[in-house]
């Protein structure tokens, strides 16, 4: 496919979370999540974004591989010089040699050509619903990006909700630490409903989810000048951020913290203790819907967990070994969409937000070797 | 303990927000003393003049409302203790601001609350909330937080262009450490710096002298004669391109060998730098 001038916004994508994309075949996707599971992000392309688009042919197999960030933002380092340089930019997918090849036709015929390597991978699909989510606002990117402007950029998470009088509220949210909490700058920023497009939620619900990640996602979106709708639910509950345009649609998801006591009463909402969904329940898999090697059809459930600190009320479910749903290991190559305790040695542990849960399931035609806990840090490769 | 204050105007607010720049800058932490016709920022902690230190006054003349209530009748005074960076963030955030409300609050601790009112790009009204946590000071040490009340400099000018002093000061700082301040009483000035290769000065003459009366210098002083004091050149450098009002009067005073003062004033903010001698 061919892109007309520079792709900058790939970059900016990457930037934010810092992932691996994954490239699917008929229109182009991108997908990404972290290593803590706890942010997912979708990019699809419309070949209308591309100047000339030459999807898989019939027959042959959907490309699907995944390619190591760091490679593929190294192509599009310079935005600036991208966009001053570039006239075109082709990629396109070398399946024998298992390489992904960007060129970058630049001026005065100077033609740069990348070589990616990339690695044979399984879907990555997260399940999802904007729909199934009861609560939603719009609004254009630029008005959040404005709103979040005001917190410091060290800030970790932000709570985000309906106020009194129907008014947007976001504000800085630190953890109930003896120490920390004291010495903490706490912010609160209020948005009028009418700078929304659309409002559809009560006052009182309030989610908490990490504002780097979304910081990420709206500097695209503000680049892009589209709006951004959030779709939420009870806390815990993902948390579905999207943008759509005739070429584009974006999808993140980010996990948001279930215990929001100490805030439910700030935003003056009543107190909430969601028990949090029986994760084995939502993310076992009956091994018989895997018949065929759609890949629909490997659906990878996501959950989010909660600590296992003592003054939460249901205890830790992915970090047990024994209760797991039964998952196979991935072949040689590894197999990062695997299921991952929320502690993987190599990766800090996500403090507050215990991962979104990811169980991949292989279809039977590799032999399922039994419940293994997946402790391997994903290999990086040759980087 | 009671207050209340409010800033309107654009002026004034973005002389607050210099302020707070300023004094985040050059401390980590202050203490805000709240008296009942201005708002004083100091260093926490007793140091004396040991190091380099500010002191800024901003005057009631800059705020719109201004109210407040001291911990006693005969001790009407309020002494907090917080993080410069945390007020100069919350004072950023009223850039383009129509108001910024300034409230000492208990919100699970005593905080100083800072609430701005914005205007959106779409002209609908906004606001956004800050509160700091502050520490309030018991009254054992608010002698600690004073400006120091000294004798009569014994030499008082005007200070020279502050971008010129500042490109100056910049590049000796890159030759040493320590410089040489000169001033006498006829308006002249000097800087040196001196090491084993090489030894800069800068001459400056009809500088200015603040009129005696506003001094206090003693009477029968030598015109001419220069008095000196060296000090710290990083200490300087960083109060040079750390403050960010824009002073209709800079002055510096000089206590012979001992000290350096630099006075900043602009409308009703007053910026007080103390550098000690070497």
């Known amino acids: ?383 | 303990m009671k207050f209340r204050a409010k800033i309107t105007g654009k002026g004034c607010l973005e002389l607050f927000i210099h302020v707070s720049g300023t004094v985040a800058r050059l401390a980590k932490v202050c203490v805000l003393r709240v008296c009942p016709d201005s708002l004083c920022f100091g260093p926490a902690g007793s140091g004396g003049l040991r190091e380099a230190r500010l002191w800024c006054e901003v005057r009631q003349g800059a705020f719109q409302q201004f109210r407040m209530e001291g911990v006693s009748e005969d001790l009407n005074e309020i002494h907090l203790e917080l993080t410069a960076e945390h007020l100069s963030r919350a004072a950023r955030s009223a850039a383009g601001a129509s108001s910024l409300k300034l409230q000492l609050t208990h919100k699970r601790r005593p905080c100083l609350t800072v609430a701005v009112e914005l205007v959106s790009s779409l002209g609908r009204a906004r606001s956004v909330v800050h509160d700091l946590p502050v520490r309030v000071l018991p009254r054992r040490v608010w002698r600690d937080c004073l400006p120091p009340s000294l004798r009569a400099s014994d030499a008082s000018i005007c200070l020279p262009r502050w971008r010129t002093l500042r490109s100056i000061v910049e590049r000796m700082a890159n030759v040493g450490d320590h410089v040489l301040v000169e001033a006498n009483l006829s308006g002249r000035m000097t800087l040196s710096i001196e090491t084993e290769v090489v030894s800069i000065q800068s001459y400056f003459k009809n500088l200015g002298n603040p009129p005696k009366s506003a001094v206090g210098v003693p009477q029968n002083r030598d015109l001419e004669s220069m008095v000196q004091v060296r000090v710290d050149n990083r200490k300087l450098l960083q109060f040079l391109e750390g403050q960010q009002i824009h002073p209709t009067t800079a002055l510096c005073n000089i206590w012979d060998n001992t000290l350096l003062q630099l006075v900043l004033v602009q409308e009703d903010v007053s910026l007080q730098y103390f550098i000690p001698a070497l």
């Open chain 1, 1 to 383: 496919c061919e892109l007309p001038g520079g792709d900058v916004h790939l970059e900016k994508l990457g930037e934010g979370l810092g992932v691996r994309p994954l490239l699917c075949g008929s229109s182009l996707s991108l997908r990404t999540v972290n290593s803590s599971r706890s942010a997912y992000a979708c990019f699809l392309f419309a070949p209308l974004f591309f100047q000339q688009y030459q999807a898989a042919t019939p027959g042959q197999d959907l490309l699907r591989c995944k390619i190591l960030m760091k490679s593929f933002l190294s192509v599009f380092r310079s935005l600036a010089m991208l966009e001053k340089t570039v006239e075109k930019c082709c990629i396109s997918l070398n399946g024998r040699s298992s390489r992904l090849v960007v060129q970058l036709h630049c001026k005065f015929g100077v033609r740069k050509t990348h070589d990616l390597s990339f690695q044979d991978c399984e879907s990555l699909q997260a399940v999802f619903d904007p729909a199934s989510c009861p609560h939603m606002l719009r609004a254009p990117a630029r008005v959040l990006g404005e709103a979040v402007l005001p917190f410091p950029p060290a800030l970790a998470e932000v709570t985000l909700g309906i106020g009194r009088g129907r008014r947007v509220i976001l504000r800085s949210y630190h953890e109930e630490e003896a120490d920390s909490t004291a010495k903490a700058m706490v912010t609160e920023m209020c948005l009028g409903e009418e700078d929304f497009q659309q409002l559809q939620a009560q006052e009182g619900v309030a989610i908490t989810f990490c504002l780097k990640e979304f910081r990420g996602l709206l500097s695209f979106a503000e680049s892009a000048n589209l709006n951004l709708s959030i779709h939420f639910d009870a806390p815990g509950r993902p948390a579905i951020f999207t943008i759509k345009d005739s070429l584009l649609d974006g999808h993140f998801v980010l996990a948001t913290l279930s215990d929001t006591d100490s805030h439910s009463q700030d935003l003056g909402s009543p107190e909430r203790h969601q028990p949090v969904p029986q994760l084995q329940a939502h993310s076992t898999p009956h091994p018989d819907d895997f018949a065929n090697d759609d890949i629909d059809s490997y659906m990878i459930a996501m959950e989010t967990t909660i600590g296992n600190e003592g003054s939460r009320v249901l205890p830790s479910i992915s970090l047990s070994p024994g209760p797991q749903p039964p998952k196979s290991p991935g072949p040689h190559s590894e197999e990062e969409d695997e299921a991952e305790p929320s502690t993987v040695p190599g990766t800090p542990p996500p403090k507050k937000f215990r991962s979104l849960f990811f169980g991949s399931i292989l279809a039977p035609v590799r032999s399922p070797q039994g419940p293994s806990p997946v402790l391997a840090e994903d290999s990086e490769g040759e980087g």
